[in-house]
């Protein structure tokens, strides 16, 4: 069953990186290297695993939601400062 939940995990991650992947067919918006498909990978796949860990581990529906809602922020902030640049670090894009 473990390794069932971590092969929907990875099908999803695939499945939206796909999106930038096939917009970038259609549009010169999207520019995309090979690492950024790695970076976001590699985040959604830990935000998707930590979430499946919560899920499993944590039984009060309250904490449970209160921490899934603390991972997803927190990968979205991570992705916007990768992204744009939004707190100004030196792994802001530009």
């Known amino acids: 069953m473990k390794n069932n939940r971590f ?3 990875l099908i999803s ?3 939206l990186l796909l999106i930038p992947l096939i917009a970038m ?3 010169d918006e999207v520019n995309w290297g090979p690492f950024d ?3 976001g990978g590699v985040l959604l796949l830990s935000a998707g695993l930590i ?3 919560v899920l499993r581990k944590i039984k009060k529906t ?3 939601i209160a921490m899934i809602v603390a991972i997803l922020v927190l990968l ?3 992705w916007a400062e990768l992204a744009v640049g939004v707190f100004g ?3 802001g894009g530009n």
């Open 7 to 9: 092969f929907i995990i």
């Open 13 to 15: 991650v695939v499945f």
């Open 25 to 27: 067919q259609f549009t």
């Open 37 to 39: 498909f790695v970076v």
């Open 51 to 53: 979430i499946d860990l």
């Open 62 to 64: 309250n904490y449970r």
């Open 76 to 78: 979205l902030l991570i």
């Open 89 to 91: 670090t030196p792994f």
